[in-house]
């Protein structure tokens, strides 16, 4: 007998269903960050780019509508490359660099685009050859020198700061590229300037197809490298807080923890920092039964008996939890220094930093 049209066709696509679930549980599996940002008009920060489009490269079923105030919430996977990039009415198509994802969020992702009359008037002066539609035949890769004074700002506070390029600076790429040319303080790509000038500005044309890791050279001051991802037609900004992000230094803190023993297990004496004034601590333990975070804004004496923060008594820490302790303070990494609990034997530390302007704890800054 002949099994009824709507069985065969179930038949025929549950193995189509199961393997799209298994997709779908393996993406959620391995989870999802957020990238945020504001999207803006290149040389006209006031102007919001509300109701465009970002999108990510590598997956093109994702995308985020940006707001009214300019803001958007992308979602992406974790522990993936993705290239954000911008589609926006009346203005050029912009690509990102390429991010990897690494288990937490990116913040101050922000998007500039230039309006479609500017990028032919810069596609004019660069002698970049186009199609008819203004995009470049090849790759057009753009970054910035900006301060790590911008790095972790609001963008309010980002374009109040100013001109936020870092000058005296020469960028190169790997695979190499010929010599970029370097925009000068009035925001002109300018063949005659042979350094980054106070506005920062970068850029190559002519690219070909390929993956490029873009660094920078100062006698003085040490930047981020990105990565740009070239494709013919591709216009990549690598543009602040992120792009040549200048790296700051790590704040001037000394954490020290004193231990004892407790029938051979180890027992926490003393937790004192000495940190800057007006830097914030904060103490925080993983683990079981562990004790919740506190945290101390506005340290107001140069060292600190952390005993304060937990009404005069030291906090109980016991085998199988990590105790940290993490001072921030303006415009520097934060210092992060841990101590692994074990049953027995004195806990070690170990000291770590976040870099200004992310969320992730590293080894080196």
């Avoid at 926006?88 to 912009?94: K, L, S, V």
Wanted: charged letters at 15%.
């Amino acid at each position: 007998m002949r099994r009824p049209r709507s069985r065969r066709l179930l038949a025929a696509i549950t193995p189509i269903l199961a393997l799209a679930v298994a997709a779908t549980s393996a993406q959620a599996a391995a989870g999802t960050v957020h990238i945020r940002g504001t999207a803006y008009e290149f040389n006209s920060v006031h102007t919001l780019l509300s109701g465009a489009t970002v999108k990510v490269a590598e997956y093109p079923a994702l995308s985020a509508t940006v707001a009214s105030d300019g803001t958007y919430d992308l979602t992406v996977p974790d522990k993936a490359k993705v290239t954000p990039y911008i589609v926006a009415a009346g203005h050029h198509t912009i690509y990102l660099q390429t991010f990897t994802t690494d288990g937490v969020d990116l913040k101050h992702v922000n998007l500039q685009t230039p309006s479609d009359g500017v990028a032919a008037a810069l596609t004019s002066l660069l002698g970049v050859p186009h199609d008819a539609a203004g995009y470049p035949t090849k790759c057009v890769i753009v970054s910035t020198f900006s301060t790590k004074n911008v790095r972790d700002l609001d963008y309010d506070d980002f374009i109040a700061y100013g001109a936020h390029g870092v000058g005296g600076a020469t960028a190169s790429t790997s695979p190499s590229l010929p010599a970029p040319t370097y925009f000068n303080e009035n925001v002109i790509p300018d063949p005659l300037q042979k350094l980054s000038s106070k506005d920062g500005g970068v850029i190559w044309t002519n690219v070909p197809t390929g993956t490029y890791t873009v660094s920078a050279s100062s006698p003085s001051t040490r930047f981020a490298s990105f990565q740009a991802t070239c494709k013919p037609g591709r216009i990549v900004n690598a543009n602040p807080p992120w792009g040549l992000h200048e790296l700051a230094p790590t704040v001037a803190a000394k954490v020290t923890a004193k231990w004892g023993k407790k029938q051979g297990a180890p027992v926490l004496k003393s937790l004192k920092a000495t940190a800057p004034i007006f830097s914030t601590i904060k103490v925080s333990c993983t683990g079981p039964k562990c004790f919740k975070t506190r945290t101390l804004s506005g340290v107001d004496d140069k060292t600190v008996d952390l005993r304060r923060l937990f009404g005069g008594s030291v906090p109980r820490v016991g085998a199988g939890q990590t105790l940290q302790v993490a001072v921030s303070d303006q415009r520097v990494n934060t210092k992060v220094v841990r101590w692994k609990i074990g049953k027995k034997g004195t806990p070690k530390a170990t000291e770590l930093c976040i870099p200004l302007g992310d969320l992730k704890v590293q080894t080196t800054c």
